[in-house]
């Protein structure tokens, strides 16, 4: 089952700017290999993968896991995460 989502004009602006594809999103977003608690926001987590296709860094996706469709608000390559996971 295909997880649905949207993407805040935030989100899509920096994805262009960053270079930061669709599927790397959608692959961080339904399958992560860790989910940790926004220390700021309880209605917000932040989701980690691998990306093997850009040097193997870590791709930050941040999602309001509250709301339907759950929205990604923010990605980013997390320089912090390298080695980590």
């Given at each position: 089952?295909?997880?649905?989502?949207?993407?805040?004009?935030?989100?899509?602006?920096?994805?262009?700017?960053?270079?930061?594809?669709?599927?790397?999103?959608?692959?961080?977003?339904?399958?992560?290999?860790?989910?940790?608690?926004?220390?700021?926001d309880g209605q917000v987590e932040q989701r980690f993968r691998r990306?093997?296709?850009?040097?193997?860094?870590?791709?930050?996706?941040?999602?309001?896991?509250?709301?339907?469709?759950?929205?990604?608000?923010?990605v980013f390559f997390d320089r912090?995460?390298?080695?980590?996971?």
């Amino acid at each position: 089952m295909k997880m649905i989502y949207e993407l805040t004009k935030h989100a899509k602006k920096v994805m262009e700017e960053r270079g930061i594809l669709d599927d790397w999103v959608a692959k961080t977003f339904s399958s992560p290999e860790l989910i940790r608690p926004d220390p700021k926001d309880g209605q917000v987590e932040q989701r980690f993968r691998r990306i093997p296709e850009f040097g193997g860094r870590i791709l930050r996706v941040v999602v309001n896991k509250e709301v339907e469709p759950k929205r990604i608000l923010s990605v980013f390559f997390d320089r912090a995460m390298k080695g980590k996971i």
